[in-house]
């Protein structure tokens, strides 16, 4: 593990060389990190193949520091960018989970303001939650809630992945607007597939399905996974992610 300084807060990586492009870079969920079985069974894959292999913690998230409460989708994305820039060489494959893909679709549009769309060779969407503060969230919000995040500033919601509650700022809703990527179509210069469970609890395949058709069709395509859940961690999930990679890697042509 190496730790990188972005505004003064230290980020936890593991950069794992590679002799073969593309590289992957792993995009965790919120509250995840780059310990989970998704992340470790792509560096696995990427070792298999000869390909580098690129994971962070986000601020207040794993091994990195900062303080969680204090996260937004703008911080996040910002020290992936910095991760990108400083750690990760030629083109890469961004795999995105869940929140991992809203970042993924963000980095993709910096990066093209900054001229280096050719960095991104392509794009894998597990369970993406693009936006997911404004489409999944401030609809289901309960009054209790609304007058937590205007008194307290935040919000506390029990959750299935862990003892301790999600905590969901004001901030961290504001900064999504800012952030939204689904209001428009979605071009993003590459190969994108998308593997959503039908049977995810957290984000809907409607949400999934929605993000597919803004985006053009000549790049993108969709898996459903029948019986998947949020997590897409079974063996099962991780072969399918595996073959995805495989067929996009080819399809790239490197």
């Not at 996040?76 to 890469?92: A, D, I, M, N, Y």
């Not at 959503?196 to 395949?205: A, L, M, S």
């Amino acid at each position: 593990m190496k730790t990188i300084l972005v505004d003064n807060t230290e980020i936890a990586t593991n950069h794992s060389a590679g002799q073969r492009s593309p590289g992957l870079m792993w995009l965790g969920g919120y509250r995840s990190d780059m310990e989970g079985t998704k992340a470790v069974e792509l560096e696995a894959y990427a070792k298999e193949h000869g390909l580098s292999c690129t994971r962070h913690d986000y601020s207040g998230h794993g091994k990195s520091g900062g303080a969680f409460v204090e996260g937004t989708i703008s911080k996040w994305l910002h020290q992936s960018l910095s991760v990108f820039e400083q750690l990760t060489f030629g083109p890469q494959i961004l795999v995105g989970s869940s929140m991992g893909a809203w970042i993924a679709l963000r980095m993709i549009e910096e990066l093209a303001k900054a001229g280096h769309s050719n960095r991104v060779a392509g794009l894998l969407l597990l369970a993406p939650a693009p936006d997911f503060t404004l489409e999944l969230m401030e609809p289901q919000l309960t009054d209790a809630q609304k007058s937590d995040l205007n008194t307290k500033g935040y919000y506390e919601e029990p959750t299935p992945y862990g003892p301790d509650p999600n905590v969901f700022t004001k901030e961290l809703f504001d900064d999504g607007r800012a952030n939204r990527v689904m209001g428009r179509s979605i071009d993003t210069h590459c190969p994108v597939h998308i593997i959503q469970g039908k049977q995810d609890p957290d984000v809907p395949w409607q949400h999934a399905q929605r993000l597919y058709e803004l985006m053009s069709k000549d790049d993108a395509s969709i898996t459903y996974v029948p019986d998947g859940d949020h997590r897409l961690s079974r063996t099962e999930d991780i072969a399918l992610m595996k073959r995805v990679l495989d067929d996009m890697i080819l399809q790239i042509g490197m």
